[in-house]
């Protein structure tokens, strides 16, 4: 088999939708097909979100709470964030809380920072829910702190990039309670609508 004939007809090789417009792209060095993944084409599709809270003074006895509620949309919330906690704390993910007050709105940005597409959801922080304990169902918890482990993924460990799609027009909060006060908190959210 001769390699070059191969490389040739590979080249030749164009996919196109119905209408005859190419849909596939090849890299201009080497031929090969250009391919992106899910999150990087949701940011070019106008189509992914992201904000950034920072609490320098967090105590054991007033957690950090950052509130999500969900359009009601047919839009779906594919949503992943990471907790950074500079001493040992507990971050959980609560469904469907009882909410007492709403908390202070935070700026969501679309990560395609030429897009004027604005976010069907809504994020709040130091949102309270209704004493006691009434944080809703836990549907995802982790322990970060301390040197060993630095942050928290929610969404995932263990693979490249894990996901929650949340329910439509429904609340959800993230807890953070540390073990120790004066605990510096940063949460960074992402999440991508389709």
Not at 68 to 81: E, K, L, Q, S, V
Not at 89 to 105: D, Q, R, V
Not at 114 to 121: D, L, R, Y
Not at 171 to 192: H, M, R
Request: proline letters at 5%; a negative charge; glycine letters at 4%.
């Amino acid at each position: 088999m001769n390699p070059r004939v191969v490389s040739e007809a590979v080249t030749l090789v164009q996919l196109c939708d119905p209408k005859g417009n190419r849909v596939a792209h090849l890299d201009s060095a080497h031929s090969d097909p250009v391919n992106i993944d899910i999150v990087h084409h949701m940011i070019h599709d106008e189509k992914f979100f992201s904000f950034v809270v920072i609490d320098v003074d967090v105590d054991i006895e007033t957690p950090k709470y950052i509130r999500i509620t969900t359009p009601n949309t047919d839009a779906r919330i594919h949503f992943t964030g990471q907790v950074y906690v500079t001493a040992a704390s507990l971050i959980e993910l609560y469904e469907n809380p009882t909410i007492n007050t709403a908390g202070s709105p935070v700026t969501i940005y679309n990560n395609d920072r030429n897009s004027i597409v604005a976010t069907t959801a809504t994020a709040f922080e130091d949102t309270t829910t209704t004493a006691p304990n009434n944080d809703g169902t836990r549907i995802d918890a982790g322990r970060a702190g301390g040197a060993a482990r630095p942050n928290f993924r929610i969404g995932g460990e263990t693979a490249r990039r894990n996901e929650w799609i949340l329910k439509q027009n429904e609340d959800y909060l993230i807890k953070i309670t540390p073990d120790a006060d004066n605990t510096e908190v940063v949460i960074s959210i992402t999440w991508y609508e389709v």
